[in-house]
């Protein structure tokens, strides 16, 4: 039985303190880590995630196959984001729905490997798909490469480069850069990169995910918007039309929106990981250890309604002008020549 598999803990006796080696996958964690009805209220939430994330997300994908007018390229990294986060719930939510309902992991050492890379790598596509998603309609609005027409193979670029990233960093704890192990510190019902024991091995791999999916998109998407706010602003203030204003207010408040949830689902648990990989004996409850793992996976239910079902292309697919462009999921009327 691997070290990484156990939680030790202290059980007082009449004299004297005694340690209890507890396995992840030979029975439930209650009482050692948290009541049961902390193991269920979870198996409650992942179950409603599992039911709200399949059904938002299979809808976008069935309403971009039968719509052909929302099968444009800039609408590629919007089925690609769903795709990913219907992966998430189907490998992760449902996964910790049954893990949470037993109170322990239930599917063995293999499932569990298995599941952490696969939620590793559909939420670091879904992560990236927001960065991309921000870049391209920088590229669209702003116009830094003058005329650039944004097309099929670029589009599909951009989608290829979210699996490909996210695989390359998503693959070494398969070959022995860290390891997937159940989520120490935590209820120890879902599986994920080995943030929680230490060690040049685990930590040098912590923070080099930690640079390359986390800070590097969510710079990327700050760049993006603030530069696509600023090109709104100027074309605003040059038009002076309630129309152009209109849609400057409205973006920016979706640009709002978009950021602050890539903050919230993002920002806890890659800090927390960050946190406990630098600072091993650092003492945190179980259960609040386990929020920022569990509160990521919710992502898949807001961020299609953020990102799509916002959108007045997807509302209205039969009233689609040429003259819109869909910006971050929301679309504005641009008239002849806006920035």
């Given amino acids: 039985m691997s070290t990484q598999e156990i939680v030790i803990i202290y059980v007082p006796g009449n004299s004297n303190t005694t340690l209890v080696g507890i396995s992840a996958f030979d029975g439930p964690q209650w009482p050692h880590l948290a009541p049961r009805s902390i193991y269920t209220s979870v198996a409650v939430l992942m179950g409603i995630v599992v039911f709200s994330a399949s059904f938002v997300n299979g809808l976008v994908i069935v309403v971009s196959i039968r ?21 998430v719930t189907f490998f992760g939510s449902t996964i910790s729905f049954s893990n949470n309902i037993n109170g322990f992991f239930v599917l063995g050492k293999r499932v569990c490997k298995f599941e952490g890379f696969m939620v590793s790598l559909t939420g670091i596509v879904g992560l990236w798909s927001l960065a991309i998603l921000a870049f391209e309609r920088y590229i669209v609005i702003c116009k830094p490469m003058g005329d650039f027409r944004f097309h099929h193979k670029h589009a599909v670029m951009g989608c290829a480069f979210t699996w490909i990233w996210s695989l390359l960093w998503t693959t070494p704890p398969m070959l022995g850069w860290s390891s997937y192990v159940p989520e120490g510190m935590s209820l120890r019902t879902s599986c994920g990169p080995n943030w929680y024991t230490g060690g040049s091995n685990n930590n040098s791999y912590i923070l080099t995910l930690f640079i390359t999916c986390f800070i590097i998109p969510l710079s990327l998407i ?4 603030t530069n696509l706010l600023v090109t709104l602003r100027v074309a605003a203030q040059q038009k002076e039309s309630e129309t152009t204003q209109r849609a400057e207010r409205e973006v920016t408040r979706m640009v709002i929106a978009m950021v602050m949830a890539f903050l919230i689902c993002w920002l806890p648990y890659s800090t927390f990981a960050m946190v406990v990989a630098t600072n091993k004996d650092i003492p945190i409850q179980p259960t609040l250890a386990s929020l920022p793992s569990y509160f990521s996976k919710t992502a898949t239910v807001y961020n299609p309604i953020i990102y799509i079902f916002m959108n007045k292309q997807v509302r209205h697919p039969g009233c689609i002008s040429q003259k819109h462009h869909q910006l971050t999921g929301y679309s504005i009327w641009v008239k002849q020549n806006p920035v």
Avoid: E, G, T
């Fill in 67 to 87: 719509y052909k007018k929302l099968r444009s390229p800039l609408n590629y990294i919007l089925v690609n984001l769903a795709v990913a986060d219907l992966l």
């Fill in 222 to 225: 700050l760049f993006s918007y």
